[in-house]
Nanobody, 120 residues
Framework: VQLQASGGGSVQPGGSLRLACAAS????????VGWFRQAPGKEREFVAA????????RYVDSVKGRFTVSRNTARNSVYLQMNSLKPEDTAVYFC??????????????WGQGTLVTVSS
């Protein structure tokens, strides 16, 4: 499966963005999908993930209550709604697909990143 992330941009603190991860080549419905981010000079970190059927989600503590991951099977897409953005959310965001939500950190399928910049 090939992944394409989009929706990044520049926003002021407190603003919102919605990232999208679109799949091609194979149905997304067979995969758990995760979002990761990498800030300049830092290691890539897990942000959020959703199970293959959308019934289970997980978030890193720093985004709980602000970010929401969802999926639209008909559109073969997964979304990351990001609200109340903070400067520390600035990073390149990647989506990835794995067979289960428990193995998302070992995902074999990755999209290219999309840059999110939060700055006043």
């Amino acid at each position: 499966v090939q992944l394409q992330a989009s929706g990044g941009g520049s926003v002021q603190p407190g603003g919102s963005l919605r990232l999208a991860c679109a799949a091609s080549g194979r149905s997304f419905s067979d995969y758990a999908v995760g979002w990761f981010r990498q800030a300049p000079g830092k290691e890539r970190e897990f942000v959020a993930a959703i199970s293959w059927n959308g019934g289970l989600t997980r978030y890193v503590d720093s985004v709980k209550g602000r970010f929401t991951v969802s999926r639209n099977t008909a559109r073969n897409s997964v979304y990351l709604q990001m609200n109340s953005l903070k400067p520390e959310d600035t990073a390149v965001y990647f989506c990835a697909a794995a067979s289960t939500i428990d193995t998302i950190r070992d995902a074999k399928h990755w999209g290219q990143g999309t840059l999110v910049t939060v700055s006043s």
